[in-house]
């Protein structure tokens, strides 16, 4: 394997195939795009070759010893691979009928054996160690609703491992799913929560729910008082997802930001993350990829240091019940947290 570095010192791009003989390289192509974790600064992405003229198999391999590269494209920029800071990020090419191409991306973050020690965990639900997924995932019911379960309804060859969460059949029925049985605190590192859900369907007048993914401090179904979370209230807010940041001291209140993004009339995978930055004085929303919450991110009423959150928290609560049984199903979830001082 070869690798070539390019001018920028910024990131390291090393390009290799399944064979010795053919190397290839990224297009090197940078494109300026709001900084999720830092401000101003600008952040960097690549875009993939053209994956006719790649063999099948073919790796890339993204090395991020920084937060200026964030990611790479593929040819046309239909899909993006995301990459948190100082991590590795391996594509590999799975078909090449269309310039596109289809490629399988994965994250080895260097944080869970290095001196850094920071905390990286995806879950793709495929087995129920100690809780739901490998990452113990915590299911919470109330009535007669069943948690966190196997969902047959969305999964498919595409989407293996779905879950579901279900609210109890009451008026103030609730589900969710959370990770980690200690508590998380924002501030000394860039943290981040991701992942791939959608809802069966939408919230109506006689069965009306709130749906909440993100960084938050409630686990018993109601609304949380400290936390970093999108916010679906089709009763008080309408239909579209909104951005809201949480804090239950200095000061208290929210701020709510209107994404634009409507819920989706029908079943419709959404990737949704929600990103801290290092000091905890901003944060980034983002739904398929896109930024929602506004150039320069949220600045206000973020929880203190030392406010005990969920680093990963879904759920669903019922604001009406009559007859409809709603649900959520999540297809993956990831978490990330990078501290500032290594441990």
Known sequence: MRSRKYNDQRQIII????????????????????????????????????????RIGTPFVFENPSSNFVGIYNADRSTFHRLMPRGTLRVTLRSQATASGVWFSAVNDPAVANPAYGLSKFDDYLSGLLGYGDTGITPVPSGAGAAMAVSTLLASSGRQGVIHVRPGTTATGYALGYYGATPFYLGGGCCAAEASLTEQAL????????????????????????????????????????????????????????????????PNWMKLRVEVNSAALR???????????????????LPLTTTALKLLNIGMTNSAYTSVIHQANVDYSRIQSYPNTPR
């Open 15 to 54: 390009a290799a195939s399944d064979t010795a003989l053919q190397i290839v390289s990224p297009t090197k192509r940078f494109f300026e795009i709001v900084d999720p974790l830092v401000g101003v600064a600008t952040l960097f992405c690549m875009v993939l070759p053209d994956a006719r003229t790649i």
């Open 203 to 266: 919230s109506a007048a006689a069965d009306e729910y709130i749906l909440r993914f993100g960084i938050h401090n409630n686990i018993t179904g109601g609304a949380p008082t400290d936390g970093i979370y999108l916010l679906y209230d089709h009763l008080n807010l309408g239909v579209n997802l909104q951005a809201r940041n949480i804090n239950s001291v200095a000061g208290g209140g929210n701020t709510t930001v209107d994404t634009g993004v409507p819920m989706p009339a029908t």
């Open 283 to 301: 944060s980034d929303y983002f739904v398929n990829n896109a930024l929602v919450s506004g150039v320069g991110g949220i600045v206000t009423r």
